[in-house]
């Protein structure tokens, strides 16, 4: 598995305006910082066996997160390939494989991922 292209960004999800910092209205819940990460990683699924098989591999942040972040992902090159985030931590993810019903793969398939990690 390689990974083509990785970004970190940090951003706050509330603006905060000077008014509001002049009047000491401000909260630490207010300026509390939203962790986005987004990737594409082309994944190697090592398919051997006849019949459905569930193949996983694992996909590092580029930062690591304070914490497990929520992620969301596509698969974009086969539609007969099924894959879903099996884990996550706060270093990277773990996304299974499996190949449908009907359809045999017994050697690797590759399969871009592009993913977004939000904590």
Do not use: H
């Not at 086969?78 to 985030?85: H, K, R, S």
């Not at 398939?109 to 993913?115: D, F, G, Q, Y």
Request: with cysteine.
């Amino acid at each position: 598995m390689s990974k083509d292209a990785g970004r970190a960004e940090t951003i706050a999800p509330g603006a905060v305006g000077t008014e509001e910092l002049a009047d000491e209205s401000v909260t630490k819940a207010k300026l509390k910082k939203t962790s986005i990460q987004a990737g594409s990683a082309s994944v190697t699924f090592p398919f051997a066996a006849a019949g459905v098989e569930d193949v996983s591999a694992t996909i590092s942040f580029p930062v690591a997160f304070a914490a497990p972040p929520s992620v969301v992902l596509i698969s974009c090159n086969d539609a007969t390939i099924n894959v879903a985030v099996t884990s996550v931590s706060a270093t990277g993810f773990t996304v299974t494989a499996r190949d449908s019903e009907g359809v045999d793969y017994t050697s690797s398939v590759t399969v871009t991922i592009r993913w977004i990690a939000i904590e």
